[in-house]
């Protein structure tokens, strides 16, 4: 009896740290995470405690006397966002309690999520291009400054694809996207269009916006998970450093002031 | 009040809340409650620049509309909030803000000459601007679920027959 309830927890155990780091490199905030992983601890009759690092999950595991079972840490891999995985495993949280799946009906599912395709790249590479020209629209772009922005994003975001597929830094990816993008943008510029310099620059390179960092950094905080929020914002500035420093090149090369 | 400009604004910001989304790799079930999420908040937002609202208070009013709307779209869609909000309010986000910025602080590294007052002053406008900006889009998008009171959308019941 005692045996089989140990290596239950540590089967959940291994199994929860999994989706908590699911989680957390695709862009959950931290409330999201802790309360997804009581939620399918809770599902089983167990309690979670868990603690968030930036990079990594430790967690225990409780029987309902409070009694440890299962102590573990899963460290993170590289961070990007992909909402998919958010939202199917909170969906997959839902159906665990209601409909009470076992520990191995739930692994399957979580592989089955995690394996699930992107967007295909042409479909992504048009629709942030459109988005890009959105921005320059509602910030009062004329339409060739529109089609400048939607080439920009392509070229810049094709750039950011490609070095992250090359395993660069990932500070140096978007400084590889944001220079292609405003060297783009900006050899029209050179080459005598009269148009507004403002809206094609700063709208360019607009894709590249840690915007998921940025909001979930304001989320923790909020939730007073001070430290994951500090980290976070820290995380999103450095992006926009490298966003900014990509600019300045570029208007460096084209010697733009 | 231009009423086709704030309008097309808005159209537009739909398609920006869309692209985000997909970048994101948001499921496709939630792409269409998108392009109305960035849609109305775009709207608020541009009809109270209008109407001549600081652009903080009107980015505010907008991403809370987005936060209140994310939960009846959460139980619609079965996707949690967040899922929604954050790629719905990112057409708010005040790129040209932060290029000022970032652009003024680099001016600023510069030799001291009769403009570098103005040039600072500039930027800690900007620069402000764009962190108030940024703070009330995440403030709006989470108000609906703190007003609540609520750790998760599924147990806030929606009364629409």
């Known amino acids: 009896m005692e045996t089989t309830k140990k290596s239950e927890a540590k089967e959940l155990g291994a199994l929860l740290l999994d989706v908590g780091v699911s989680l957390l490199s695709s862009g959950a905030s931290c409330s999201r995470i802790r309360i997804t992983m009581r939620r399918f601890a809770a599902a089983y009759d167990y309690q979670a405690h868990v603690s968030i690092a930036p990079k990594s999950i430790s967690l225990t595991l409780n029987d309902e006397a409070d009694t440890p079972l299962f102590n573990g840490m899963l460290s993170t891999p590289a961070q990007g966002v992909n909402f998919k995985t958010i939202s199917g495993i909170s969906r997959l949280s839902w159906d665990t309690v209601e409909n009470g799946l076992s520990i191995q009906e739930v692994k399957d599912e979580l592989q089955k999520l995690l394996n699930l395709p992107h967007y295909p790249r042409l479909v992504i590479l048009l629709f942030v291009s459109l988005a890009g020209s959105a921005f320059c629209f509602s910030f009062g772009g004329k339409p060739i400054e529109l089609l400048i922005t939607f080439g920009a994003t392509f070229c810049g975001l094709f750039t950011r694809q490609e070095a992250v597929k090359k395993k660069f830094n990932p500070y140096i990816c978007v400084f590889f996207g944001s220079l292609v993008a405003s060297l783009f943008a900006g050899a029209f510029i050179k080459a005598g269009l009269n148009i507004n310099f403002e809206h094609a620059f700063a709208t360019s390179v607009l894709f590249l916006i840690p915007g998921v960092p940025l909001i979930n950094s304001f989320t923790d905080l909020i939730d007073g998970n001070i430290l994951n929020g500090l980290v976070r914002g820290i995380n999103a500035l450095m992006f926009a450093m490298a966003i900014a420093f990509g600019l300045l090149l570029a208007m460096l090369i084209y010697n733009l002031k | ?161």
């Open chain 2, 1 to 161: 009040m231009d009423l086709i400009l704030v309008l097309s604004k808005a159209f537009w910001c739909g398609w920006g809340a869309i692209g985000f989304g997909i970048l994101f790799n948001v499921p496709p079930r939630t792409l269409f409650a998108l392009w109305i999420g960035g849609a109305i908040g775009g709207f608020l937002k541009f009809t109270l620049l209008q109407l001549t609202v600081g652009v903080v208070f009107a980015s505010f009013v907008g991403a809370t509309a987005v936060g209140m709307l994310s939960i009846p779209i959460a139980h619609f869609r079965h996707v949690p909030p967040m899922i929604f909000a954050i790629p719905a309010v990112i057409p708010m986000i005040p790129g040209v803000f932060a290029y000022r910025t970032m652009l003024g602080l680099i001016k600023l590294t510069g030799a001291i000459g009769p403009d570098y007052t103005t040039i600072m002053s500039d930027t800690v406008n900007n620069g402000v601007k764009t962190l108030f900006i940024i703070m009330s889009l995440a403030l709006g998008v989470s108000v609906p679920m703190h007003v609540m009171r609520q750790e998760s959308a599924k147990n806030i019941r929606l009364k629409i027959k």
